[in-house]
């Protein structure tokens, strides 16, 4: 059968750290790659579960919170600057 090539962009920090990996267990980069395809072809689906990764209840109260500022700057306080900030926790402190 004919073999054609296939170009992949990725970080260079994933690119090494798979590398690294495929080494390990006695395969190149470019059998990983074609296992994956081969598997995808005779499944007919990703084989692997995609799913949205969901943040921890403290990030998930931080974009709320985010959300609610930007919805409604006039009802929370604004600095000049960080330092102004900085500043004002102290003296609370």
């Known amino acids: 059968m004919a073999q ?3 170009n992949i962009r990725m ?3 994933t690119k090494k750290e798979f590398d690294r990996f495929c080494k390990e267990i006695g395969i190149s980069v470019s059998t990983a790659f074609h296992l994956f395809a081969g598997k995808v072809v005779r499944e007919q689906r990703i084989p692997f579960e995609l799913t949205a990764e969901m ?3 403290d990030t998930a ?3 709320e919170e985010a959300r ?3 919805a409604h700057p006039e009802e ?3 600095y000049a600057s960080f330092a102004d900030f900085l ?3 102290e003296e609370d402190a």
């Open 76 to 78: 929370y306080k604004r």
């Open 11 to 13: 970080d260079e920090k």
């Open 68 to 70: 609610e500022f930007k």
């Open 61 to 63: 109260a931080a974009i």
């Open 4 to 6: 054609t090539s296939v």
């Open 55 to 57: 943040p921890n209840a």
């Open 87 to 89: 500043k004002e926790v």
